[in-house]
T-cell receptor, first 114, second 116 residues
Framework: AQSVTQLDSHVSVSEGTPVLLRCNYS??????LFWYVQHPNKGLQLLLK??????LVKGINGFEAEFKKSETSFHLTKPSAHMSDAAEYFC????????????FGAGTRLFVKA | EAQVTQNPRYLITVTGKKLTVTCSQN?????MSWYRQDPGLGLRQIYY???????DKGDVPEGYKVSRKEKRNFPLILESPSPNQTSLYFC???????????????FGEGSRLTVL
């Protein structure tokens, strides 16, 4: 069975400090992993994705994530938070075999303080 | 501009009154899908379609219907809405890479539905 756990429902950081949003997954198959961001009253937008190439994945707006198979983790990081990063972030696992099972984490809301 | 368009964006209705939420994409994507978003639950898949005339149930299909008569459109139908279907709904589309699980999902801006 496949599952996704986002370990924090809320994360609060100060502007200019690092961001860490944690995600653990469970999958019987080799997964594809994604991070999406949702700004208020908007749809979701892809930040980055891992699809079995390089384990360190760079995305938009300075975000990156590292796929660690031994830890079944795919944590999202950014060296320096900006006010515009305040949003909800979703970790998503997609199972490739037969191909279309997509599971979303419950989301992590990021607050950025001035 | 590449986009997924949902209508209506906001709707308040009453129990039992049939409604349809439309979804249209202009990217010639084969894969389309509907999700509902509820606090603390993330997004849950309602139905998806791998291509025209091919639809399948997601994780929470009860109370919903879909059709895929044309590639660009994928309407969500609530035949007899109930208050537990009050939610934020998202339509998404993706390329054929979705079949391998690697395709990016492109989302509409959401439709907020309230059933009284």
């Amino acid at each position: 069975a496949q599952s996704v756990t986002q370990l924090d429902s809320h994360v609060s950081v100060s502007e200019g400090t690092p961001v860490l949003l944690r995600c653990n997954y469970s999958s019987s198959y080799s997964p594809s992993l994604f991070w999406y961001v949702q700004h208020p009253n908007k749809g979701l937008q892809l930040l980055l994705k891992y699809t079995s190439a390089a384990t360190l994945v760079k995305g938009i707006n300075g975000f990156e994530a590292e796929f660690k198979k031994s830890e079944t983790s795919f944590h999202l990081t950014k060296p320096s938070a900006h006010m515009s990063d305040a949003a909800e972030y979703f970790c998503v696992v997609s199972v490739g075999t037969g191909g279309f099972k997509t599971i979303f984490g419950a989301g992590t809301r990021l607050f950025v303080k001035a | 501009e590449a986009q997924v368009t949902q209508n209506p964006r906001y709707l308040i209705t009453v129990t039992g009154k049939k409604l349809t939420v439309t979804c249209s994409q202009n990217m010639n994507h084969e894969y389309m899908s509907w999700y509902r978003q509820d606090p603390g639950l993330g997004l849950r898949q309602i139905y998806y379609s791998m291509n025209v005339e091919v639809t399948d149930k997601g994780d929470v299909p009860e109370g919903y219907k879909v059709s895929r008569k044309e590639k660009r459109n994928f309407p969500l139908i609530l035949e007899s809405p109930s208050p537990n279907q009050t939610s934020l709904y998202f339509c998404a589309s993706s390329t054929e890479a979705r079949a391998q699980g690697t395709g990016e999902l492109f989302f509409g801006e959401g439709s907020r539905l309230t059933v009284l």
